[in-house]
Structure formats: C-alpha cells, structure tokens
C-alpha cells in the first residue's frame, strides 16, 4: 500500500482510466468528503440544482459518446433531479448518478441527512442502483456502474457512498475491466426481415432516437434511397435520425394511436428501427395498425421490444443492423417515389405583433448557421421547428426524452460543454418555452461562468400553451395555472450573468440572433409571441 492511499485516492485514479474526470454537481455536505482535494486534472461543474446537474450530464453524454459523472446530495438532492432522471432513463444515456450517505455509524439511527432505503429511491428509473457493503467495494461500485451504464440498454445507474468511506485505507485497486457497449442482431431473424421488406409493395421506415445515438445516420439515408421508402420521424422524437430536407422525409409520425395509424394507411409494410413503437400521448383510440399493414421493430433494448402493441421485434444495436440489410434488400427502384413533406411555409402579408412562432421559425431559418445544433423545448411550437427548421445533420438536435419540461436550457450547456470538451465549435440554440425556462432559469449561471456561445431564443406567450391544446383535446375547460403573466425574463437572465435582450420584430431578432453568435458568451433573447395550437 502506498503511504496515505485511500478509498478516495484510488477511486480518482479509476476514475482517470475510464475518462471521468468532468464531475457535473451541487456540492452538499455529505458529498464533501468526495470532492476534497479535488484534482487539478478533474473539472467540476457546478449547478445550481439537481435537476439541471443530471440534465446537463445527459446532454454531455450524448455528445460525447462516453458516460458521464452527476454528483448529487443525499436523498433531498435526488429527489430534486428525479425529473431528470426520468428522461436520461427514457433516453438511454449511459450515466453514473452518485449521492453521499450519512456517516456508516450513524445510519442505523436515521440520522438527519440520512438516504432512508437509498438504492430504492431513484427506482425504476436507473438500471442499477447499489450503495457498497464495505468502503473497500467503492472503487468496483465504480467500475461496476461504468460497465451497467455503457451496456445495451444504455442508462442510468445510482450509487450511494457514506461520507466516511472516502478516508479509508485500501491498497489499490486493478480490476479494471472494459465492456461492449454493441450488439449485432441475430443474422438468421435479420435475413428474414429484409425478405419480408424486399417482397412490400410500399414500404415505411421510422427511425427513432437509437439510430443516431448509435452513428446509424448514414446508413439510413442510404437504406432509405435503396428501398425508395417512405421515411417519417419517430413519435415525440429526443434525437433526430434522418436529415429532415430529405425528398422521402414525410414528416412526424404523429403522436395518437388514431393519428399514427391514419398516417401509415396505404403502406403495407412499416419498418420501425431503433425507437419504440410507439411513443403515444395524448389518448385517442383507434386501430394500432391498419388492417392490411404489418410491422417491424429492430431495437437495442429487450424492454422496448417486450412493451410494442404491434409487430414483430429483432434485437441488436441499429447502426450495426441498417448496415447489414443494406447488403441483405434488393433494390426499390420499381417503387413509386414518396410525396416528400409538405412546407407551405405560409407567413401573414403584414408582420403580426407580437410575432407568431412560424414569423420566428422563418426568421430563425434566414440566420441559423447550417451547422448549428438545436435544443428545443418549446413544446407548443416542434411542429413549426420540422417546418422551417429542418434537422439536417447528425447529433444536431436534442429535446427530453420524458413528457416532463425544464430539460432543455441546462440539456443546452451540457451540448455546448461536451462540444469544448471535444475540439467542437458550432452553435449550440436553445429554443424554450417560457414555461419550461422557468423549471430551469439557474442553468444560465453556469453557462455564463464558462463563458458557453449558448443563443436561448426564448418565446414569451404568457402561458403553458402546450396544456391548452391538451385541454382543447381532452375536453377538459377551466384548468387552473394555465396562465404566466408578470415574469420579466430578460432581468432573470442578466442576474444569472447572461447577455439578455427583447426583439419584437423579425428585423429584431434576425438582428440579435446574428449579434449573439459572435458575442463570446451565452445570450438569452427573448421574443414576445402568440399562442401557438400544438399539432396533437
């Protein structure tokens, strides 16, 4: 044993080897024995709550390619990054959750600051959930959480560590392993899907958040133009993975059983690879498929396959299986070629005020460089995004993977910090509600202390529009708290130390907007704009 090797010390140096050395936190006082000495070669990332400390770890994962470190506080700090949670699980994104526990000797008496029942707490939404017997397993606890959270189905993991197990001797510890993180379909199953596909008349492909995750989104392209398929984008979409200008590119899905199966009518086949099937929300009966439809589903993860209402499911990693059935179809050239989606791209012969989300889209379009990449949380409004702002390039877009909201201005800095921390440079826009800012408004303080080249375009229409349409929908008037007047966002955003301004015109924000991508620092524009009907 070297002199004065700790639990703490050598789980640093595991840390080091398996490339986890940006802590993403909220320091609480059981975490401090953790974070003591932090080393000079580690950086932290301090959030100013839970919730956006877990979201922005989500979104520097899924840049990065590589799981990533949440560092939280006890129970209290875990409870306030369940929402989070949620969506790195519903996203697959690989990464290790960890809280303090109160001192071992304490625990038995439900000491203040104690994690009653610790690894129940995050459940069901992690894949592994562990507190170590012994201060000795805290470095394989590690290693064990790096290898679950990297295997398909990739995820979330938690562990809990008692404060005082950071200062115990140990020796060192050298079982460090590595893990697949892919796995190929069963070619005999694969084989016969791409007969199956080759033999449709009309075939649909939809291809879901998986496919770009796994580096699939070539391959799509190129087995979209041999099948001369139809391509639609998967339902309430995290990830796009299919260029969106594509002349097969139909459009959304759609979201209701009814709408979907309306959508898919007249294809005989529908081809789902890498996302579930399906996304459903809100509520309207209808059949699952059209009755002279049938479906395929190719996915990483056994769960998704298991919970489809439809089809029949092929397990295996997307990129891996779109490479294969490109060798495995034959041609499509005898298909008819699909109608591409239809943009009107209709704007008022005289400028509304205040603006209407498509004047915005159509002024956004006319500045956003093409290498940008979008975070939308503007819920009411991705409709009018696929319209005018069309995903056209890989890890591009991002938006929360659950049906929660305050995901998208910290999920933006995770974005920003993974592309510093790869030698990336692009813009990173966030496209926010002004509802779903306000779940979230702290994250700006960490994007304006790492001087992050963030624009927040943040549309103010005084009101939770998403909900209304649902009320719309589900026949359901006089719900309360649908309504957001009297916040000025511009003053919260230069509190927090960001660049803040008004545009009430398109002239405005053309011009704010091309300001903000050369300013050197995080910029919040906020523009005043009607209530949009979400297409449900």
Request: proline fraction near 8%; glycine fraction near 10%.
């Given at each position: 044993m070297t002199e004065h090797s700790t639990v703490h010390s050598v789980t640093y140096d595991l840390l080091r080897t398996l490339e986890l050395t940006t802590v993403f936190g909220n320091p609480g006082s059981t975490e401090q024995p953790f974070l003591q000495e932090f080393p000079e070669d580690f950086s932290y990332v301090l959030a100013l709550q839970e919730a956006s400390v877990v979201a922005m770890a989500d979104a520097f994962a899924q840049v990065t390619g590589r799981p990533a470190l949440a560092n939280l506080h006890s129970s209290a700090g875990v409870?306030?990054?369940?929402?989070?949670?949620?969506?790195?699980?519903?996203?697959?994104?690989?990464?290790?959750?960890?809280?303090?526990?109160?001192?071992?000797?304490?625990?038995?008496?439900?000491?203040?600051?104690?994690?009653?029942?610790?690894?129940?707490?995050?459940?069901?939404?992690?894949?592994?959930?562990?507190?170590?017997?012994?201060?000795?397993?805290?470095?394989?606890?590690?290693?064990?959480?790096?290898?679950?959270?990297?295997?398909?189905?990739?995820?979330?993991?938690?562990?809990?560590?008692?404060?005082?197990?950071?200062?115990?001797?140990?020796?060192?510890?050298?079982?460090?392993?590595?893990?697949?993180?892919?796995?190929?379909?069963?070619?005999?199953?694969?084989?016969?899907?791409?007969?199956?596909?080759?033999?449709?008349?009309?075939?649909?492909?939809?291809?879901?958040?998986?496919?770009?995750?796994?580096?699939g989104w070539d391959a799509a392209v190129s087995l979209a133009e041999k099948l001369r398929a139809s391509v639609y984008g998967a339902p309430l979409?995290?990830?796009?993975?299919?260029?969106?200008?594509?002349?097969?590119?139909?459009?959304?899905?759609?979201?209701?059983?009814?709408?979907?199966?309306?959508?898919?009518?007249?294809?005989?086949?529908?081809?789902?690879?890498?996302?579930?099937?399906?996304?459903?929300?809100?509520?309207?009966?209808g059949d699952y498929l059209p009755s002279d439809t049938e479906l395929l589903q190719i996915t990483a993860d056994p769960a998704v396959a298991a919970a489809a209402r439809v089809g029949d499911s092929l397990l295996g990693d997307p990129a891996i299986a779109i490479e294969l059935l490109l060798d495995m179809v034959t041609e499509g050239s005898a298909r008819t070629a699909p109608e591409p989606m239809p943009r009107p791209r209709e704007l008022p012969r005289t400028p509304n005020s205040p603006l209407t989300p498509p004047e915005v889209y159509a002024a956004l379009s006319?500045?956003?460089?093409?290498?940008?990449?979008?975070?939308?949380?503007?819920?009411?409004?991705?409709?009018?995004?696929?319209?005018?702002?069309?995903?056209?390039?890989?890890?591009?877009?991002?938006?929360?993977?659950?049906?929660?909201?305050?995901?998208?201005?910290?999920?933006?800095?995770?974005?920003?910090?993974?592309?510093?921390?790869?030698?990336?440079?692009?813009?990173?826009?966030?496209?926010?509600?002004?509802?779903?800012?306000?779940?979230?408004?702290?994250?700006?303080?960490?994007?304006?202390?790492?001087?992050?080249?963030?624009?927040?375009?943040?549309?103010?229409?005084?009101?939770y529009s998403i909900l209304k349409s649902f009320a719309v929908l589900e026949e359901t008037p006089g719900v309360p708290g649908l309504d957001l007047p009297g916040i000025d966002i511009a003053s919260l955003a230069r509190g927090f130390g960001c660049r803040a301004v008004e545009a009430e015109t398109t002239d405005d924000l053309e011009r704010e907007f091309t300001a903000a991508l050369s300013a050197g620092t995080t910029t919040v524009i906020v523009v005043p704009t009607q209530p949009q009907k979400a297409m449900l």
């Open positions: 409870g306030n990054a369940m929402g989070s949670v949620v969506a790195a699980y519903h996203g697959g994104t690989p990464l290790i959750i960890t809280s303090g526990q109160q001192h071992r000797e304490l625990v038995i008496g439900d000491p203040y600051l104690g994690n009653r029942e610790a690894i129940t707490m995050p459940k069901p939404w992690v894949k592994w959930s562990y507190e170590p017997a012994r201060a000795e397993d805290v470095p394989e606890a590690f290693m064990r959480a790096y290898a679950e959270a990297l295997q398909p189905p990739t995820g979330p993991v938690y562990l809990s560590i008692p404060m005082d197990d950071w200062r115990k001797p140990l020796s060192g510890f050298t079982r460090r392993r590595t893990v697949s993180n892919r796995v190929a379909p069963d070619t005999e199953r694969l084989r016969a899907f791409a007969d199956r596909i080759s033999a449709s008349r009309r075939p649909a492909l939809v291809f879901g958040p998986e496919v770009d995750r796994s580096g979409m995290d990830r796009a993975s299919f260029p969106e200008d594509h002349p097969q590119f139909g459009g959304p899905l759609g979201m209701s059983v009814k709408t979907i199966s309306d959508r898919l009518t007249g294809h005989d086949l529908v081809v789902v690879i890498g996302a579930e099937v399906f996304r459903y929300y809100p509520y309207v009966p006319r500045v956003r460089p093409s290498e940008a990449v979008i975070v939308n949380e503007s819920t009411s409004t991705l409709a009018q995004q696929v319209e005018w702002l069309p995903t056209t390039r890989t890890g591009s877009f991002f938006a929360t993977a659950s049906g929660g909201i305050g995901w998208g201005t910290p999920a933006a800095v995770g974005v920003a910090l993974a592309d510093r921390d790869r030698g990336v440079e692009r813009p990173v826009v966030g496209l926010i509600g002004d509802g779903s800012f306000q779940y979230s408004v702290q994250a700006l303080y960490t994007a304006a202390q790492h001087d992050l080249p963030i624009v927040y375009v943040v549309m103010r229409n005084h009101e």
